[in-house]
């Protein structure tokens, strides 16, 4: 089964126009050619890619699985021609790191800063995931290397502690729990939560919550720290978060610690294998460790 990029490319046009005459125009090719392209492939594959009605066409199940295919190989070749033009442009490596929400906020800023400043010659291809499926990649060798939680099953990876943080409550001045100086997890489990999308915390706050038999009130969950911050001093309910994305916050909110032991998480830099990482990455890696708090 050979298949060329004219060939899938043109693929996607005819399904994403619903028709072969409009597929055709829009790759600046003549209709007989189109038909014939197709019809190879079908061939190619022993299997028909599209049904034909009054409306235009539509792909079969064959024709939607090669979509899938197509397109994750059209993305991987417009990546690779991005990443071969940086180092046409006199970058010499790319290093792909992923980091959960609490790093991104805190830890990382100044210290990619200061990286950078000393390798002009290097790029950092930065992703902010959850903490989950920041593992996942690394397994899947999809990244280089992660900051994630300790909350996290970090399965076969290695890792290296790089820094602390705390989990606390945001609420509005005006709340019942605003003048302690810390807060159980028990008494947040009767207040509705305005929650942060991640989905690390959540787990780990719903397994803590089950231990006690009960569950947290989600009234929403919201991407961004502001916007927390924003439904909270609207005394919509009160937040749990990371400590460092807490500090970010230009609301005059009260933030309080909670109280348990296991609210002080460990953050940790993650690799397949340290050793084996490409040079450029390795050099992040060590200076992240040097530099850890």
């Known amino acids: 089964m050979r298949f060329d990029l004219v060939d899938l490319r043109l693929f996607l ?51 939607e699985a090669l979509v899938r295919h197509a397109r994750s190989i059209l993305e991987g070749v417009e990546q690779m021609r991005g990443e071969m033009r940086t180092y046409a442009t006199g970058l010499k490596g790319r290093i792909r790191l992923l980091s959960n929400t609490a790093a991104m906020a805190g830890f990382l800023p100044p210290r990619l800063c200061r990286f950078l400043a000393a390798h002009p010659d290097l790029a950092i291809d ?3 995931r959850p903490s989950v499926e920041i593992v996942q990649a690394l397994v899947d060798k999809r990244a280089d290397i992660g900051v994630v939680a300790d909350i996290t099953e970090l399965t076969t990876l290695q890792t290296h502690a790089i820094a602390s943080d705390q989990l606390v409550v945001v609420a509005g001045h005006g709340h019942r729990l605003a003048r302690q100086a810390d807060v159980a997890f028990a008494e947040i489990l009767s207040e509705p939560i305005v929650g942060m999308a991640d989905t690390a915390l959540e787990t780990h706050l719903a397994e803590r919550a089950a231990r006690l038999g ?19 001093e609207a005394g919509i309910g009160v937040s749990i978060m990371s400590a460092a994305l807490a500090r970010g916050i230009r609301r005059d909110l009260a933030i309080l610690p909670l109280a348990e032991a296991w609210a002080a998480r460990q953050l940790y830099l993650c690799a397949r294998d340290f050793a084996a990482l490409p040079q450029h990455a ?3 890696a060590r200076q992240l460790m040097e530099n850890a708090d």
């Open 126 to 128: 930065l992703d902010e």
């Open 13 to 63: 046009s005819v399904v994403e126009c619903g028709s072969l005459t409009h597929g055709a125009r829009a790759m600046h090719l003549a209709l007989a050619s189109v038909s014939e392209r197709i019809a190879g492939m079908e061939e190619a594959l022993g299997a028909p890619l599209l049904e034909r009605n009054r409306r235009g066409v539509r792909p079969t199940p064959a024709g």
């Open 214 to 232: 009960r569950q947290l009130d989600y009234r929403i969950q919201l991407r961004t720290t502001e916007h927390v911050a924003m439904y909270v």
């Open 282 to 284: 390795g050099l992040l």
